[in-house]
C-alpha cells in the first residue's frame, strides 16, 4: 500500500521560497512509468495542478507557475519536493502530494495521495 506524506512549514512570508517534501511509503519513486505530482487548493477555490516529476526525474510544470517551481527528489529518502519562490499570500492553499502508477498530467485521476498541508502565506 503506497501512502504519501507531505512536510514542511505552515506559515511562509512573502518573496520567500515556498519549500515542501513528501515522502512516499509502500512504493518507489523511481517505479517505471510512475509520476508524482504537487497539487494545491486555495480557499474557496478549485484544485490547481502545479507539476510532476516521472520516475525517470523529468519534470513538467503547469506553464502559469513554472517560473517559480522546482519540482526534484532524493532518491536515498524515497522523497520528491517543491519549492516555490516569490510566493505572495495567493499562493496561500492547502498543498497536496500526489502519485500515480502511470504517467498523470493536470487534474486527472491519481491513486494515492497526501492528506494535504496547510500552507498561508503572511507577514
Known amino acids: 500500500q503506497v501512502q504519501l506524506q507531505e512536510s514542511g512549514p505552515g506559515l511562509v512570508k512573502p518573496s520567500q521560497t515556498l519549500s515542501l517534501t513528501c515522502t512516499v511509503s509502500?512504493?518507489?519513486?523511481?517505479?517505471?512509468?510512475?509520476?508524482w505530482t504537487w497539487i494545491r487548493q486555495p480557499p474557496g477555490k478549485g484544485r490547481e495542478w502545479i507539476g510532476v516529476?516521472?520516475?525517470?526525474?523529468?519534470?513538467i510544470y503547469s506553464p502559469s507557475l513554472q517560473s517559480r517551481t522546482f519540482i526534484s527528489r532524493d532518491l536515498s529518502k524515497n522523497q520528491f519536493s517543491l519549492q516555490l519562490s516569490s510566493v505572495t499570500p495567493e499562493d496561500t492553499a492547502v498543498y497536496y502530494c500526489?502519485?500515480?502508477?502511470?504517467?498523470?498530467?493536470?487534474?486527472?485521476?491519481?491513486?494515492?495521495w497526501g492528506q494535504g498541508t496547510q500552507v498561508t502565506v503572511s507577514s
Open positions: 509502500g512504493g518507489s519513486i523511481t517505479t517505471t512509468y510512475s509520476s
Open positions: 500526489a502519485g500515480a502508477p502511470r504517467l498523470r498530467i493536470g487534474l486527472q485521476e491519481y491513486d494515492y
Open positions: 516529476i516521472a520516475s525517470d526525474g523529468s519534470t
